[in-house]
Structure formats: C-alpha cells, structure tokens
C-alpha cells in the first residue's frame, strides 16, 4: 500500500489555527511529496486529488469539512477520526467541550468521512479517560496516541480489500459549535471548579482563558484550584492575595469565585510579559478585583482572545 503523498494547508491559513504541525521535515525525511492547498474543496485541490488517483486518504486533524466532490475522488474512501465517542459530541472542538463541561471521560473515533459531518460509519473507537489533572494539550496527545492505535488495527484489514464500518446510532444531539478566542472570556461567578476547567480547557497550544484586572488584560495559561469554600466572605473575582512557596512553580495568586477559589499559576500579558512563580506572588494585588469586560472607553473593548 505505498503513500502517494501528503496533503497539509498552505502556512498562511494554518496561522491562525492552534496547534497546526508542519509537515515539511516529515516528508523530506521519508521522501514523500507535500502538497499545500488552501482548501480541500476548491478546484485547485480537486484537481490534486484527481491526478493523485488515491484509493484510500486518512483525514487527520483536518480543519475543514470535505464535501462530497472531494470524497468521491477517492475510490474506497476517506477514513477520518473525531475526538469522541461518535455520535456523541459531533461537531467543534470535543475535546475542549469535554473539559470546559467538567467530562471525565472522552475517546476517539475512526470513521469513514461522509456528507453528513461526522456521520459515517464508524471503524473503531477508544475511551480515553480524563483525569484532574489533564488539559486540552495532554488529551490531544492521547488522541494522537489512539488514532496510531486505531490506524495500525485497520490497516490489515485494508490490505486484505475488506471495508470495515458500522452504522452510527440514531441521536438529536445538535453540532458542538466552534469556539472563538474571544470565547475564552472568564466568568468569576463560576464555581472553582468550572474555573480550573475552563482554563485548562484553552491553554496552550489554544488561546487561552483571559480576564481583566486594573484595566489590563491577562491571559491565564494555569490556575490550581482551591478545597472547599476558602474564603466565603469574598466577592467573586476577588484577588485574595499571593500564595507564597518555596517551590517557584507553587506560587501565585488566589482569586475568589463564585463558589471556592483558585491559585493563578501563570499569567500573559498584553504586551507578552509572563508572569508566574514568585514573580507573580510578589505582584500587590490583594483585594484588587477582576473583571469580566475591559474598562470603559477602552479601545481593548474590541480586543480578541
């Protein structure tokens, strides 16, 4: 089964994606060709597949839904995989919906891609659990490690000329929507715990949780979060003061929410100054407050995430 080629998107449009991977040494390593397109459904790219006369195409951490045009293309099909367990959580972003929701399990499923998103009929899936201490970064390598799983239990399968697949299940759940980086706006009435989710649900490699504090805006990359209600006469977003250790890593600042509280561990600024370990604790910020907009007349009122 030899490989034709690889198909990745053209650097000027993978900017603005997190985590995009370029695949240029890869395929200079292994000799094989690359080809950068700007869509996968334009003409251009239609016209690729056509000369490329491909049997089989994996779909992997592809960005853009492939119509029928280009699915017809390839004679036996195309085999994608989604970050779920299909056809639960179809659509945007599972994997930071799963944390951002508080799920404490996820999985991944190999599929053959068809009009309907993310409708096909399944080849394989895997449950991957997620622990308190996960963020979107170490799930995603756990997808990763799946999908190789996945892909080398189908391949024999594919050798011998058979087509495995099976139905999805019948169910109304609507698309998950994609997220915005302007979405990451943090709401302090949260409990603790939803915090802590949804930080590390927009970590790196995405843009990040973000909130505002005397006028600024800080993006917080890491935050711990607090046992119990600490500090029950405090208004939520209210910076309680640092949190000293002598393990750098330990230090930082605790913030009350609307239930509990959380240690901020790391902190971006706008003009890219990161503050963490006891940089950040000696910050004076106690009794400060945060807030969940930018100030008024501020031309950041229109800043994204």
């Not at 393990?247 to 609307?258: L, M, N, P, T």
Request: hydrophobic share 35%.
């Amino acid at each position: 089964m030899p490989v034709k080629g690889v198909i990745s998107l053209k650097q000027n449009t993978t900017t603005k994606r997190s985590g995009a991977a370029d695949y240029e040494s890869l395929c200079r390593e292994l000799k094989l060709p690359l080809y950068a397109v700007k869509n996968i459904n334009d003409d251009t790219s239609l016209d690729l597949l056509r000369k490329l006369d491909l049997d089989l195409a994996f779909v992997i951490g592809w960005t853009q839904i492939v119509r029928p045009e280009a699915l017809q293309l390839v004679r036996v099909g195309m085999i994608g995989a989604h970050a779920s367990l299909l056809p639960h959580h179809r659509g945007r972003a599972p994997i930071n919906w799963a944390l951002i929701k508080g799920a404490r399990r996820a999985g991944n499923s190999l599929f053959w891609l068809a009009e309907k998103v993310d409708g096909g009929e399944i080849i394989d899936q895997m449950t991957i659990d997620i622990t308190p201490y996960d963020t979107c970064a170490s799930l995603y390598e756990k997808v990763a490690h799946s999908n190789r799983k996945m892909i080398l239990r189908v391949l024999p399968k594919l050798r011998r000329g058979e087509r495995p697949g099976r139905p999805q299940p019948h169910t109304d759940e609507p698309l998950l929507p994609g997220r915005r980086p302007e979405d990451g706006l943090l709401g302090w009435s949260m409990s603790s715990t939803k915090v802590y989710d949804f930080v590390r649900a927009l970590t790196r490699p995405y843009p990040g949780a973000f909130g505002w504090l005397n006028g600024k805006r800080w993006t917080v990359w890491q935050c711990a979060i607090l046992p119990g209600n600490c500090f029950p006469g405090a208004a939520p977003g209210e910076n309680i003061g640092p949190v000293r250790s002598p393990v750098d890593g330990a230090c930082g600042q605790a913030v009350a929410c609307g239930e509990g509280a959380v240690v901020l561990l790391e902190l971006e600024g706008e003009d890219g100054r990161i503050l963490k370990g006891r940089q950040l604790s000696d910050q004076i910020w106690e009794g400060k407050m945060w807030g969940d907009e930018p100030p008024k007349n501020s031309c950041h009122s229109c800043a994204s995430g």
